[in-house]
């Protein structure tokens, strides 16, 4: 999908010379939670509708230095999928603030300082979906979803109170995760098909 057909960067041999792509937009998405809280559907729905802002996830390998005669090689080691901050408002019924509270029940109940004896009582599942912008008789179009899973709360900010402003208070949830699928499609880009490379042995 092109915005506008004669203004871009010329490229050799594309059947896409010359044209831009429309890019996905900010605003456009959708964050939805599996076993989050209580698990009500109706509990996860007001979550989802009070997000203002949500990071997308990050992956980072740990770097292997492999050290030889005259040089270096590196290697990528392990990776680690990097925390993401979840934005909320904070609503005049505290529907929202409670149903994070549950969460943190879940984890840790802190009236009598007890916790779960495994993570599958209380972590829950997450997906980021970005959106083409229909709505209502037009279903939205989903162009790529992230789907965490092994979610918990592992940090959680309840905002300030300022007489001098007119913001509305937010909630701020540092989220981590164990994995993360990247869908595009019916396709997971992370997980699926060839790994490229030749297999070839580099001697140092």
Not at 53 to 58: A, D, F, T, W
Not at 187 to 194: E, T
Request: net charge negative.
């Amino acid at each position: 999908m092109a915005v506008i057909s004669n203004f871009g960067i010329p490229t050799d041999g594309s059947a896409n010379n010359g044209t831009t792509l429309m890019p996905k937009l900010q605003y456009r998405f959708r964050v939805s939670f599996i076993g989050l809280g209580l698990a009500t559907t109706g509990e996860q729905g007001i979550v989802t509708q009070n997000v203002i802002s949500v990071g997308r996830p990050n992956l980072t390998h740990d770097e292997v230095v492999v050290d030889s005669y005259n040089s270096k090689m590196y290697m990528a080691g392990k990776h680690t999928w990097e925390a993401i901050s979840l934005v909320l408002r904070d609503d005049m019924t505290s529907a929202v603030v409670k149903a994070m509270g549950s969460q943190l029940n879940k984890q840790v109940d802190h009236a009598d300082q007890a916790s779960g004896i495994s993570g599958s009582s209380y972590k829950f599942s997450m997906k980021i979906e970005t959106l083409d912008g229909n709505n209502g008789s037009t279903a939205p179009e989903v162009f790529d979803t992230w789907e965490l899973s092994g979610c918990y709360l592992a940090g959680m900010q309840y905002g300030d109170l300022n007489y001098a402003t007119s913001d509305m208070v937010q909630l701020t949830a540092n989220i981590r995760y164990d994995h993360a699928a990247h869908t595009v499609g019916q396709q997971d880009v992370l997980s699926a098909g060839s790994r490229g490379g030749t297999g070839e042995v580099i001697a140092p």
